[in-house]
């Protein structure tokens, strides 16, 4: 990456505190380019109606944008249509349509879910939820010692009995990186299905439906320099005809009356009410921003920073690091002796430099961890080594401070 990607992205040339900012949260959401930005400012300068119903030049200009966007969707994640493309708020909302529509019309008593300790909140209680209303069993993939999943471990947990495996392809805490393609073809023999959180991997990796044959895969497009308030869920178009909608209105329907009524064909169906135009508008672009540099690009320099940033935190005597030392994903998270993570957070954020501390809404891998709570610095494609090295002094400092 060079200087002039980090110059596309206005706010990171701000000063925090009297410092130049270096901003290490972007797995909590990205920073937005200006193509995104004008995208938006266009788009609602010239383009903004409503869409699939206006007969006016507006109308058709906004469907346009949006139909569009679609397309540039399922371009990018390789699906076989844009039938399979969803627009959701985001990775919450994908998951949850998942969970109460498609698992409880399958699942029955004793069914099992198959899921791992490292699941984000959003990947772990719409599935409890439905665990309840249905009868149906949650199991557990046991993690290694560094966090990470491993096949033969899978296997010992999904059974005839398994109806979903649902995991992340990367883990928001660790920076794991699941084998969740190999865990799919092993889904599929027992006659399973896989539901893969993208949330951690589309931002920062090819990724390729045809190739991993998951059966539901999620994202959220302001982790990937998209606008917040957009998602996708995609599914394997067979999967979502048999799955009714979650939410009924208007644009959603072919055919009202006074007792029943039909729906439209995919993807429309679940997309009741006015969709999310200007949202959807944003995340093409956003594509179109990360094409233009290219996915292998992306993620050949987060490893290089993640790899840098990992080495030079092993310098910091009592900062305790977690998860694997080998990174493909731009993610560390750690711990600095006795101070709470916040209080590193805090003190990093007087020297410029944002990281996020907390649990990270994975409370049971927090626990598994035997930590409250983590310190993480997540990097992207706007940050450089020299945002590493403000890190590392930063936290001296915030050693010697704490004392």
Same mark, same amino acid.
């Given at each position: 990456m060079n200087s002039a990607i980090r110059e596309q992205f206005p706010i990171l040339k701000q000063e925090i505190n009297g410092h130049p900012l270096v901003?290490?949260?972007?797995?909590?959401?990205?920073?937005?380019?200006?193509?995104?930005?004008?995208?938006?400012?266009?788009?609602?300068?010239?383009?903004?109606?409503?869409?699939?119903?206006g007969v006016h030049t507006l109308g058709s200009r906004a469907t346009d944008a949006y139909e569009g966007a679609r397309e540039k969707v399922a371009k990018f994640i390789h699906a076989k249509s844009t039938k399979e493309i969803v627009f959701t708020r985001g990775t919450t909302t994908s998951l949850n349509m998942v969970a109460s529509s498609y698992a409880r019309s399958i699942l029955s008593e004793g069914d099992e879910i198959v899921?791992?300790?490292?699941?984000?909140?959003?990947?772990l209680i719409p599935w409890q939820?439905?665990?309840?209303?249905?009868?149906?069993?949650?199991?557990?993939v046991k993690l290694q010692e560094d966090g990470s999943v491993t096949l033969s471990e899978v296997e010992k947990v999904i059974t005839d009995k398994t109806?979903?495996?649902?995991?992340?392809?990367?883990?928001?805490?660790?920076?794991?990186?699941?084998?969740?393609?190999?865990?799919?073809?092993?889904?599929?023999?027992?006659?399973?299905?896989?539901?893969?959180?993208?949330?951690?991997?589309?931002?920062?990796m090819k990724v390729d439906m045809q190739d991993l044959d998951c059966d539901f895969y999620t994202l959220s497009g302001h982790k990937m320099c998209?606008?917040?308030?957009?998602?996708?869920?995609?599914?394997?178009?067979?999967? #979502?005809? !048999?799955?009714?909608?979650?939410?009924?209105? +208007?644009?959603?329907?072919?055919? =009202? *009356? /006074?007792?029943?009524?039909?729906?439209?064909?995919?993807?429309?169906?679940?997309?009741?009410?006015?969709?999310?135009?200007?949202?959807?508008?944003?995340?093409?672009?956003?594509?179109?921003?990360?094409?233009?540099?290219?996915?292998?690009?992306?993620?050949?320099?987060?490893?290089?920073?993640?790899?840098?940033?990992?080495?030079? #935190?092993? !310098?910091?005597?009592?900062?305790?690091?977690? +998860?694997?030392?080998?990174?493909? =994903? *731009? /993610?560390?998270?750690?711990?600095?002796?006795?101070?709470?993570?916040?209080?590193?957070?805090?003190?990093?954020?007087?020297s410029g430099v944002a990281i996020r501390a907390g649990h990270h809404c994975c409370q049971p891998l927090m626990r598994w961890l035997e930590a409250s709570a983590t310190a993480r610095a997540s990097f992207y494609l706007y940050n450089t080594k020299e945002d590493v090295d403000r890190l590392i002094s930063a936290l001296i400092q915030t050693k010697e401070y704490f004392g």
């Open positions: 901003y290490l949260d972007s797995a909590a959401t990205s920073q937005k380019p200006l193509a995104v930005i004008e995208a938006l400012r266009h788009y609602y300068e010239y383009d903004n109606a409503n869409v699939h119903r899921l791992t300790p490292m699941e984000h909140h959003s990947n939820q439905a665990a309840k209303a249905t009868g149906a069993v949650l199991k557990y109806k979903i495996v649902a995991m992340a392809y990367v883990s928001n805490v660790m920076g794991v990186v699941n084998p969740v393609k190999e865990i799919a073809a092993l889904a599929h023999r027992h006659g399973a299905i896989m539901v893969v959180d993208g949330a951690q991997s589309s931002p920062h998209g606008p917040t308030g957009i998602g996708v869920l995609y599914g394997k178009q067979a999967l #979502l005809e !048999e799955m009714e909608p979650v939410e009924f209105g +208007g644009e959603m329907i072919d055919d =009202v *009356g /006074l007792y029943e009524s039909t729906w439209k064909e995919l993807p429309w169906k679940f997309e009741g009410g006015t969709p999310i135009i200007a949202g959807a508008v944003g995340l093409g672009a956003a594509i179109d921003f990360l094409e233009s540099i290219g996915m292998d690009a992306i993620e050949a320099h987060e490893h290089e920073l993640a790899s840098y940033a990992v080495s030079r #935190l092993s !310098e910091i005597d009592g900062l305790k690091l977690y +998860g694997p030392r080998e990174r493909k =994903v *731009g /993610l560390v998270t750690f711990n600095l002796g006795d101070v709470h993570p916040h209080d590193v957070a805090t003190v990093l954020d007087a």
